[in-house]
């Protein structure tokens, strides 16, 4: 149970060049608590973080009052944050392939922080790291000492930050978005891992995330911040069962619901037989060609017109093999039928004529949208390519069109994506996509990266497409609520293969494998899908 005040904030204001961004906030974290500061992208939750611990660029001004135990962070000489951050205060950052340093193998990396803070060397540094990796619960810890990052999954990767992280015995733990690009399950593995640590050393934990269905399981009290300021602060049950601010009321009431757009149609659209993908590992000198790797298992697969298909499994089940496959942007065997034509059997500027039938969104919006290109450009990048005979004037007002379609101004197509937020970005993606009017949009976990607030808004936004223009999608996802929004059939894939699939209600409500009533149980979904 929490007990002494750990870390104090009283009125700490954020500035930049003179723009206020976070306006006094107060909050405080107790030894064995975990406090969790929630809002929206943008609402100042990691900027209070950094600014806390003096990790803010030159031009930011930080007033107010810090404190950690009794030392008065505002008064720190350089000397004395150093020792600080790592030591008394650690840090997990939100994507941790980023965070770590891709030339240095594992060991190395966590020994550096042991050598910084306590003069651990040589095999005292190793066998410490060891013990760190063991209790982070990693498997063949001494194989993984010698491991680059990128040879590690992601949950794995996030593991060896929390043990770099609590390396040095820290009394403070900063959790900045540990879990968004982890799966439900891993997502709960990393979070329990985490309380059983802030346990067992008696730490404290700032838990900064957008996700309210984790901070209900694993957070004791929770801080809302919007644009900026405190909106409340309480106990997770008091805040979550009767709320003060309006803004907390909209963030509770921001999850993905409703039904699916009824089906019009049952005729199959897309048509899969016996398709698996299979990659063929590397051979070493002198050694015998190692068997190949099954990526997806052969499966039979129907998508109709009109129809939400949700694809769901773990990192690394094949979901996004699966639809690269289907769209013939990797080598598979099998039948893929598409209306009439068989999409397997064609090739060159057949199926490039196809292409604009097929179209993609992609998981990260920002990534997969030129930085170079205006949005006019982006959007009709596609169409100038299926469709030379269409004029400058035709080809503008059909951007404007598309723009003003998937709610945004028609006048943005000047800008850059760098100027939009994330969901915005992500109208953007949806926009070069059904400019082509397809027939079928596969969806690669678009909201992933998304807020509560604003994947709702895609969902309506999707859902609203569907029925206006009979889209057909693929949604391949790892959040469990909004495929129940989404989809009318779910597939459930597990190392390549398929374990489970059905109707979408049927199967959430009653899953009848273990593993994907494991899925739905760290998903922490209802037994009822809400009507629309």
């Not at 769901?312 to 979901?319: D, Q, T, W």
């Not at 943005?412 to 079928?440: D, K, M, N, T, W």
């Amino acid at each position: 149970m929490p007990s002494e005040p750990l870390f104090r904030l009283e009125d700490l204001t954020i500035a930049f060049d003179a723009s206020p961004v976070v306006e006094a906030l107060s909050l405080t974290v107790s030894r064995g608590e975990t406090l969790a500061l929630v809002g929206e992208s943008g609402s100042g939750k990691s900027v209070s973080a950094l600014g806390a611990m003096n990790l803010l660029p030159a031009n930011a001004a930080v007033s107010g009052r810090r404190q950690l135990g009794d030392t008065d962070l505002a008064s720190l000489s350089a000397r004395g944050w150093r020792g600080l951050r790592g030591g008394r205060v650690g840090f997990v950052f939100q994507e941790p392939m980023t965070s770590l340093n891709p030339l240095h193998p594992v060991g190395k990396q966590i020994g550096e922080t042991l050598r910084l803070h306590q003069g651990l060397d040589g095999k005292a540094a190793r066998h410490r790291t060891r013990a760190l990796l063991d209790q982070v619960k990693l498997p063949r810890a001494e194989e993984l000492l010698d491991v680059w990052p990128h040879q590690l999954s992601g949950g794995q990767r996030q593991r060896v930050m929390i043990a770099m992280a609590i390396a040095n015995g820290p009394q403070l733990l900063i959790a900045d978005e540990p879990t968004t690009a982890l799966d439900v399950t891993v997502q709960q593995e990393i979070l329990a891992l985490l309380a059983e640590l802030r346990d067992e050393q008696g730490m404290g934990m700032l838990f900064i995330t957008h996700d309210l269905n984790l901070v209900r399981r694993h957070a004791d009290r929770v801080c809302v911040m919007h644009r900026g300021r405190e909106q409340e602060t309480g106990s997770v049950e008091t805040v979550f069962r009767t709320p003060a601010s309006p803004y907390t009321r909209q963030l509770l009431e921001a999850e993905p619901t409703g039904r699916p757009v009824p089906l019009t149609e049952s005729t199959p659209l897309l048509r899969a037989t016996g398709l698996g993908v299979r990659f063929q590992r590397p051979k070493r000198l002198f050694s015998r060609r190692p068997p190949a790797f099954e990526a997806v298992k052969p499966l039979d697969l129907e998508v109709a017109g009109g129809e939400t298909l949700g694809i769901v499994g773990e990192s690394g089940s094949g979901k996004t093999t699966l639809a690269l496959a289907l769209l013939r942007l990797t080598e598979s065997r099998g039948e893929i039928a598409f209306g009439d034509e068989r999409l397997d059997r064609l090739t060159g500027n057949a199926l490039r004529r196809q292409r604009r039938r097929l179209q993609v969104v992609f998981q990260d919006p920002y990534g997969s949208l030129s930085p170079r290109l205006p949005v006019s450009d982006i959007v009709s990048e596609g169409l100038r390519f299926h469709h030379p005979e269409l004029s400058a004037d035709d080809v503008a007002r059909k951007v404007r069109d598309t723009l003003r379609e998937v709610g945004l101004p028609k006048d943005c197509g000047a800008r850059y994506p760098h100027e939009f937020s994330g969901g915005q970005r992500q109208r953007i993606a949806v926009a070069r996509a059904i400019i082509l009017e397809p027939r079928l949009v596969v969806l690669d976990e678009p909201t992933s990266a998304l807020d509560r607030t604003v994947q709702k808004q895609l969902v309506a936004l999707l859902r609203d497409l569907q029925a206006r223009h009979g889209l057909s999608y693929l949604f391949i996802s790892h959040d469990l609520a909004v495929i129940r929004a989404m989809a009318h059939r779910v597939m459930v894939l597990k190392d390549g293969e398929v374990v489970e699939q059905g109707d979408c209600r049927q199967v959430l409500e009653a899953p009848a494998t273990d593993y994907t009533r494991a899925l739905v149980e760290a998903a922490g979904l209802s037994p009822v899908i809400d009507a629309s």
